[in-house]
Every structure is written in structure tokens, then in C-alpha cells.
């Protein structure tokens, strides 16, 4: 397994002690801001298998997955995910670490891992059923972890990885598209200003695809600064009849959900194997009130039954994105980042003792890309 003279070396002589517990904020139980806790008492995660990598975090960042996950979204099917022997025991989760985006430097490595060292710059997106980053030190498995972009600070470099995973993952094994395929794709980003959006506009951008996007007024120069081809402020006016204006959309990202796809499903050219992404979708939501069993099967059908009748009346299909942990596609982003290509869209940053001020700044919604908490 891990190698404890790596991990003595590198990690006891940087904070000049023989650590076995860590600092991280915690949650006990499920709720409001109230439920986040600092502790210096949490268990070290120590690589315990050949392929992990132990990183200590320097920065990290926040998604509105942390918000949900912090008042018990998904609760149930990630402790299966998680544990599946403890999935009927209650609380077995706690003390849960939140934060899915890393950026830090490796400490020690499992005895099978090839692409990793101690020293290493990396950055990763922490998968929602493994402890998250808000804490000193993460461990993932290699593939979960790339090497960081050399030009971008961890700060920056935290405010990537999750938004890109998900991207990429609605893009491309969604989506079908990739860099070779999408310069004559028209595509439509719906709620662009956000961490999702803002990093969609610019690897779409850097694919070669017209990007149109819908935001906020005010958001307009953010978006078109990344690239955006055409903008249609929300806020003012009907925004279907606005992008009913113009030539329909080989694909359409939808960061907003709601009823967006009653409207935007139409924007699409029909028959010509158009596809509507929405990442807003009632998957978790079922697990967690029906569930397991009865959310998956439900979940299932309403996808089913609406991807069928988008195929049937016009050609298009309808699919739900879901983030995925891949670390060879964040080498990939790593490229374009070096490229010059995606810049980091930091909105927000915090130090580590006012995480719960960097929750509420994400509550309050209107994010202009992301929040990021410094961590070392
Ligand atoms: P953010 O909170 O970073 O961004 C959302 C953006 O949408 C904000 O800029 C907001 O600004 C804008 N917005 C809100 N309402 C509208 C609207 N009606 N039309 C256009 N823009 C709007 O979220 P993320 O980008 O991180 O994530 C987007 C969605 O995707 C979230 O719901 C998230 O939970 C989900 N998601 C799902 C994943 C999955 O695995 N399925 C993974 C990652 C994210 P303003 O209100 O000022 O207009």
C-alpha cells in the first residue's frame, strides 16, 4: 500500500510535526450554514491503496452541489456509493468533509502509481461520495488526479476542475462533440455566467463552435469577454421568442432547468440529430424521497419516457449530464489552459477560517463564476 517513509518525509517535515489529524470544516449532520464546523481533529487521510495519491490542499472551490449536499442532497444514493455495507445505518457519513475542487501538492503515493510524485503540483475534482478538500489533505486515485497548469496560481487552478469535468462529461459523452467536431455546431449555453457556463463558453470557443448564451444583463460583458458569439439578456424581454429569432441550435447546454426545456427543446434543428443537455436533473431528488429503488426506477422512466417523445415528434435527443471524475480529461484542459485558451473566472475568494461566509456568498445566488477558499 502507501508509502510511510514518503508520507514522513514530506508531510511531517512541511508543518514541522508527526501530523496524524488534520484541520477541515466538517459538517455533523444535515441543514443550514449553521452545520459547518471547524475542527483540528479530523483522521489524516492516509493513502491506504496502490493507486492513490495524497494531496495537501492548497486551494479549493465551491459549487452549488456543496450547498445542496450540505442540507442532504443526495444523501442516500451517495452513502450507497460511498459504503454500500453501511448504507442502512444512520449518520454513518459524518463527520462529511464538503468541497469537490482541489488544487495542491502531492505528499505521498500508493506503490502503483506511475504518473504521480511527491512535489507534484496537481489538481483534481473530488467525486461527491469521497471526502471533500475543505480539509488539509484529500486522497483520491491517480485517475482521478492531473497535473496542474503551470501559469495559473492554486487559486485560480481550484476554480476549474469540477465545472470542467462536468462540461466535458455533458459535452462529450453526452453532447458527442469534441474538438474536432464542433466548429460548424451552433450551440446554446443557458445560464452562461455561472462555473459551468463560464468554462463551457470558452472550451466550446476554443473547439471552434458559435456559442450563443443566455444570462443576466450585467453579465453580458463577462460572457462576451470569454467569447460568447451572442448574448440574450433573460431578465428583459421573453427570452424563447428572443432566441426563436435565430437559426436553431445543433445542441443546448441547459445550466438552469426549471421549465427551460419546454421552451428550448423547440430551438433545436429538427431531425438532424440535435441534442438538449440539461444538467438539472431530478435524479438525487427522487433517491432522496422515494428511495433507492423507487427515485432510480422513477428517475429512469421520466428520462426515458421524455427522451422517447423528443425522438418520436422531432428528431432531437433529450439527455441528462452528469459530472464524472476524469483526470485524463482535465489534462486535456490543462493544455488549453497553457494554451492561453480557458482562463479562470475567480469571482470570490475566502481564507479557510471564513468558510461558512464563502457558503453564504454562493447562496445568495448570482454567481459570476466561481468562489474559491484558500486553504494553505
Ligand atoms: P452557478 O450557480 O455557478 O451558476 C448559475 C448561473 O445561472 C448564475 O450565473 C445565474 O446568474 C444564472 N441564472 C440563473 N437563472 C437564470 C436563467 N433563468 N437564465 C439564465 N441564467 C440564469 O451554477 P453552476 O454553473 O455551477 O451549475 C449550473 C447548474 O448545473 C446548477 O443547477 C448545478 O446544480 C448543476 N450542476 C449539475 C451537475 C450534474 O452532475 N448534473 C454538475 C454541476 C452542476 P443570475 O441569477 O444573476 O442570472
Redesign the pocket.
Known amino acids: 500500500a502507501g508509502c510511510s517513509v514518503c508520507f514522513k518525509r514530506h508531510v511531517s517535515s512541511s508543518p514541522s510535526r508527526l501530523q496524524s489529524c488534520m484541520s477541515a470544516w466538517v459538517i455533523d449532520q444535515y441543514g443550514t450554514n449553521g452545520v459547518l464546523r471547524y475542527t483540528e481533529d479530523i483522521t489524516i487521510p492516509t493513502v491506504s491503496s496502490p493507486s492513490e495519491v495524497m494531496i495537501k490542499v492548497h486551494a479549493a472551490s465551491l ?3 456543496d450547498i ?1 449536499m450540505r442540507g442532504g442532497y443526495g444523501a442516500k444514493l451517495l452513502k450507497l456509493r460511498r459504503d454500500p455495507m453501511s448504507v442502512m445505518d444512520s449518520d454513518s457519513e459524518f463527520p462529511l468533509i464538503l468541497g469537490r475542487d482541489v488544487s495542491g501538492v502531492v505528499v505521498d503515493c500508493g506503490s502503483e502509481v506511475t504518473h504521480f510524485a511527491p512535489g507534484d503540483e496537481v489538481w483534481a475534482a473530488v467525486p461527491p461520495w469521497k471526502q471533500g478538500c475543505l480539509a488539509e489533505f484529500v486522497t483520491l486515485t491517480e485517475y482521478e488526479v492531473s497535473h496542474k497548469p503551470e501559469l495559473l496560481s492554486h487559486t485560480e487552478a481550484a476554480s476549474i476542475p ?2 470542467a469535468s ?1 462540461a466535458l462529461s455533458a459535452l462529450v459523452n453526452a453532447g458527442g462533440l469534441c474538438r474536432d467536431s464542433s466548429s460548424d455546431k451552433r450551440v446554446l449555453i ?8 463560464t468554462f463551457s463558453i470558452q472550451l466550446l470557443k476554443a473547439w471552434g463552435a458559435h456559442v450563443t448564451v ?3 444583463q450585467n ?1 453580458e460583458g463577462l460572457v462576451r469577454g470569454l467569447g460568447a458569439d451572442e448574448v440574450v439578456d ?2 428583459t424581454g421573453d ?1 424563447a421568442e428572443q432566441l426563436e429569432m435565430m437559426e436553431k441550435f445543433d445542441l443546448i447546454l441547459d ?3 426549471g421549465d ?1 426545456e419546454q421552451w428550448a427543446i423547440g430551438l433545436l434543428k429538427p431531425w438532424s440529430g440535435a441534442k438538449y443537455i440539461t ?3 431530478p435524479l438525487l431528488l427522487s433517491t432522496d424521497s422515494m428511495g433507492l429503488l423507487d427515485g432510480t426506477i422513477h428517475a429512469g422512466f421520466t428520462l426515458h419516457t421524455k427522451a422517447i417523445q423528443n425522438i418520436i415528434s422531432s428528431g432531437v435527443f433529450y439527455r ?4 464524472a471524475p476524469d483526470g485524463p480529461a482535465l489534462d486535456e484542459v490543462k493544455k488549453l489552459v497553457d494554451a492561453g485558451k480557458i482562463l479562470p473566472v475567480v469571482e470570490a475568494q475566502f481564507p479557510f477560517t471564513q468558510v461558512p461566509q464563502a457558503f453564504q456568498k ?1 447562496e445568495q ?4 463564476g ?1 468562489t474559491v477558499v484558500r486553504v494553505a
Do not use: D, I
Not at 190 to 197: A, F, H, I, K, M
Not at 365 to 368: D, K, S, T, V
Open positions: 459549487n452549488p452541489l445542496s469540477y465545472v462536468t443557458t445560464g452562461g455566467s455561472g462555473g459551468v457556463g443566455t444570462c443576466s453579465a433573460y431578465t427570452v445550466n438552469v432547468g427551460t444538467l438539472v436533473t441528462w449530464g452528469f459530472y454562493l445566488g448570482h454567481a459570476r466561481k
